[in-house]
């Protein structure tokens, strides 16, 4: 069956690719803002039972996610009856709970937006916390950019060590490690405020249980080695998302401390508010490498296989 795709405003390119991987149809659609800044939509193909949106709701988020809000419930109107909704960035999620008293949960909040403006089914890319998905009711797949990220890795390194930054990115850097069967670890980090971090080596012999199976082989063919290992070696730092970019630019320092040879960065989410390109290579990384979920000036990785894949 040929699936109707629609790209949002956020998302065209990307829709294009995905269309083009499923040899799909795009569907034609008119987008724009009146004058007095209210957000206009107009389906303009023709319209079939089931369509995919593919949305990311990133800066501008609230009419990102307005935009997005307009194209489902259109649909329904128009007498599709099955409408997935593709968010390659799920904005709000790292608001997925109530750190203060008194805070909005604000994914939980979109996530019922989208819901209720009826979304059948809900595709998301690497979502910050994997509970968000439990704010959905409809069925929903939060799919990994990894596959794509390694094979960008291995275009650019050799034999490279895979650097979370933090412990919340350790699952990527042991997933992309694992690809190319190469070695990963991991840094700690702790979140001062919106744009400080402060970041210190781990020691991976303590800071996990004892029964962990991969530290029994420590000083065998171990795949998750100590910092120190970077010494004379590629390194390539993986994150979920690059925002201010001090994550990364602590990262960088901690490697140049251990002798790194060089230091690449990749992302799932090129969020990159203000000079955080510039602060990034400033700190010395070789490259920045995000993918195509947001629209950057380093979206070099395309998710656009990953994303066709979950909709075959
Ligand atoms: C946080 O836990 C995320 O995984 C990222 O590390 C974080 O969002 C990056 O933010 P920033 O670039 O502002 O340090």
């Known amino acids: 069956m040929i699936l109707l795709i629609i790209g ?12 083009k991987e499923l040899n799909d149809w795009l569907c034609p659609i008119e987008t724009k803002k009146f004058p007095d800044g209210e957000r206009y939509i107009r389906i303009k193909g023709k319209i079939d039972k089931e369509a995919v949106i593919i949305q990311s709701t990133g800066y501008p988020q609230d009419e990102n996610l307005i935009e997005l809000l307009f194209l489902i419930k ?48 809900i595709i998301s890319v690497n979502l910050h916390e994997g509970s968000i998905r439990d704010f959905f009711k409809i069925p929903s797949k939060n799919i990994s950019a990894m596959e794509a990220i390694a094979e960008h890795v291995d275009s650019i390194a050799e034999d490279p060590i895979i650097i979370a930054p933090d412990k919340g990115a350790l699952g990527f850097a042991k997933e992309i490690a694992k690809i190319l069967d190469g070695s990963y670890t ?46 004379g070696k590629e390194t390539i730092i993986i994150d979920d998302i690059i925002a201010t970019g001090g994550t990364i630019v602590n990262a960088i320092g901690i490697l140049k401390e251990q002798g790194a040879k060089s230091i690449s960065v990749c992302c799932v989410h090129p969020i990159l508010v203000n000079d955080a390109v510039l602060k990034i290579y400033a700190a010395g990384a070789k490259n920045i490498a995000g993918t195509d979920s947001l629209k950057s000036e380093v979206s070099f990785i395309s ?8 909709l075959r």
């Not at 949002?8 to 269309?19: E, F, I, R």
């Not at 400080?196 to 080695?225: G, Q, W």
Request: proline letters at 4%; hydrophobic letters at 35%; aromatic letters at 6%.
């Open 186 to 231: 991991y840094m700690n980090k702790i979140r001062l405020g919106p744009d400080k971090v402060e970041t210190t080596i781990a020691d991976i012999r303590y800071d996990f249980p004892t029964d962990d199976p991969e530290l029994a082989n420590l000083n065998k063919k171990e795949k998750k080695v100590d910092i120190k290992s970077v010494e």
């Open 74 to 121: 259109n649909l329904k109107d128009l007498g599709v009856e099955k409408t997935k909704v593709v968010l390659p960035y799920f904005g709000y999620g790292r608001q997925e709970k109530r750190f203060k008293s008194g805070e909005a949960i604000s994914a939980e909040i979109v996530a019922n937006l989208i819901e209720n403006a009826g979304a059948d089914e």
């Open 303 to 310: 998710i656009a296989k990953t994303i066709a894949k979950s």
């Open 8 to 19: 949002g405003s956020a998302s065209q390119k990307l829709a294009a690719n995905v269309a």
